[in-house]
Structures are given as structure tokens and as C-alpha cells.
């Protein structure tokens, strides 16, 4: 069975249905141009790549954008209505101090998500500033992985100053119990990211989307920046599968993951045990 650490909500017709505004802000400010599909699409993609579980990210860029894309309590909603199929993540915006830290509690206590998403350049923050590093520091106690967007953004109105992954080697260091997920393998600061995951045994990264295209580009392009032999040696219990769905059609990247030339038994890790690992189940 495979995990899919890297799936967005912000397209599902049930919620989009009820709040338009949450579609509107899909178009103008993630630049997705598909159109909402029902939940039962997304599990239907899941079970044809036999995807057990699918981790549902949200974006709380209401500061800084004025959006939740969508809300933490949509998320937990959705995880309600498929329990088995969905493991949801949590997002707030570190530059609401500590009522950030209220929010992450809340989350953790009262909806029972399982991790914080966090994308500095959408929501405009400093990763190693001082509210960040209170948040890192509550979501270490709390034991809520981070997933946190690292390389380029789809739009060049958002800075990628802070989306470095150099960043997150001291991030890492000083939050040893921290589990850290790279989106987008950092790319393309792809090397940075690997030298972070190796150095860091409690750092990962996902196969999340890059800029090469289709998914076989993109494990072409990473296998091209890093050599099999590294992956195998060193990445292979840190490696996650994410498709960025919808941005990225489940089934497209599962085959390209699926496909490369790894040892089967790395191929597994990749589609499952890491992200077990990574999420604190067995």
C-alpha cells in the first residue's frame, strides 16, 4: 500500500460549494485552473494506485493573503467523513505570535490533525525567526511533523527568499525530536535539500511536483541532480511519495515514482514506509 504525504484540498466541490470564495482563491492566488471535483474523484485516484491514506495540507495565509485554503476545520471535516483514507495536517500562520500557538493546540487537541503545513513564501514569514521558531518549538512537544514548502512557487508575486533549504539545516539542529518534510525535494535547490536530509536524520523530503513537466520528467530531472546510488545509500528511509495533487495527477506521479531505478525495497519505503515513519504510525 502506498502514502501520499502531499495532497491538496483546496479543489474539493464539497467545500467549494459552500464557500466560493475558497475556489476563487485557488485560480488567483495557488494558480489552479482545474475545476473542483468531488470527493469521491480524489478517492477514486487513490484506490487505482492503491493509495491507502492521502495527507490533506491546507495554506492559513489570512494575514498575508487573506485566505485559509481551505480552513483547518474543512480539513478535519473531510478527515471525518474518510477517516481511514485521510490523515489531515494543520496550518497557521507563525507571525500571529502566540495565538498561533493557541491555534496549533486547538488543532492538535480539539480536531485531532496530525501535522503543520507551512509554506513561508505564500504566508510571509521568516522561517528562523523568533514566532517561527516558538511554533517549531510547540509543534516538537505537541509531536506534529512539519511539511513545509521549499524551492520555487508557481508565481513569482510571492518571494522564495526564505524557501532556501539551507534554512532548515539549523531549524533541524536545534529541534532534534522536530520531524521536517522538504516539499518539492527543494528544487531547485535540490542538493542544498539533500546535504540538509543527510546531514539531519530527522529531515525528509517529497516527490512533490518540480518545473520539468510531467511527472517522468520530473524523476528524470532529480535522478539527473542526484545519483541512484546517493538515494540508495543515503535518502532511502527519508524519501516520501507526494503527488501534489491536483496540481499533479495521483496516478501519473505513483507510475513515475514507481519507475525508478531503485531496488524494489527502496520503491516500497518511498510509497509507504517512510511516510509511516515520517507521520509516527505503524
Request: hydrophobic share 40%; glycine share 6%; with cysteine.
Amino acid at each position: 500500500m502506498t502514502i501520499d504525504i502531499h495532497v491538496h484540498a483546496v479543489l474539493v466541490k464539497e467545500l467549494t460549494d459552500n464557500r466560493p470564495d475558497l475556489l476563487r482563491d485557488a485560480r488567483q492566488l495557488f494558480d489552479l485552473r482545474t475545476s473542483p471535483q468531488p470527493l469521491s474523484t480524489l478517492l477514486g485516484e487513490m484506490d487505482e494506485c492503491g493509495v491507502e491514506k492521502s495527507v490533506l495540507l491546507p495554506i492559513n495565509c489570512e494575514r498575508s493573503l487573506g485566505s485559509k485554503m481551505p480552513s483547518n476545520s474543512e480539513i478535519a471535516d473531510l478527515v471525518k467523513r474518510e477517516g481511514k483514507r485521510f490523515v489531515g495536517f494543520t496550518s497557521v500562520d507563525p507571525n500571529a505570535g502566540k495565538s498561533a500557538l493557541a491555534d496549533l493546540r486547538e488543532s492538535h487537541d480539539a480536531l485531532s490533525l496530525k501535522g503543520l503545513k507551512l509554506n513561508p513564501a505564500m504566508q510571509a514569514f521568516d522561517p528562523t525567526g523568533p514566532d517561527a521558531l516558538e511554533l517549531y518549538k510547540e509543534a516538537e512537544k505537541l509531536e506534529m511533523p512539519v511539511l513545509v514548502h521549499t524551492g520555487l512557487t508557481f508565481s513569482n508575486r510571492f518571494s522564495v527568499r526564505f524557501n532556501q533549504p539551507m534554512i532548515y539545516d539549523d531549524v533541524a539542529r536545534k529541534h532534534p525530536n522536530l520531524k521536517i518534510c522538504m516539499a518539492h525535494m527543494g528544487w531547485p535547490w535540490v542538493l542544498d535539500a539533500v546535504a540538509v536530509t543527510i546531514r539531519n536524520p530527522n529531515v525528509y523530503m517529497d516527490t512533490a511536483g518540480t518545473f520539468a513537466g510531467t511527472p517522468i520528467e520530473t524523476m528524470r530531472q532529480i535522478t539527473s541532480l542526484v545519483s541512484t546510488r546517493i538515494i540508495e545509500n543515503a535518502l532511502s528511509d527519508r524519501l516520501l511519495f507526494g503527488s501534489d495533487y491536483p496540481r499533479i495527477e495521483m496516478n501519473k506521479m505513483y507510475k513515475a515514482v514507481s519507475s525508478l531505478p531503485l531496488r524494489r525495497d527502496i520503491i516500497d519505503a518511498i510509497l509507504h514506509g517512510n511516510a509511516c515513519e515520517f507521520l509516527g504510525e505503524s
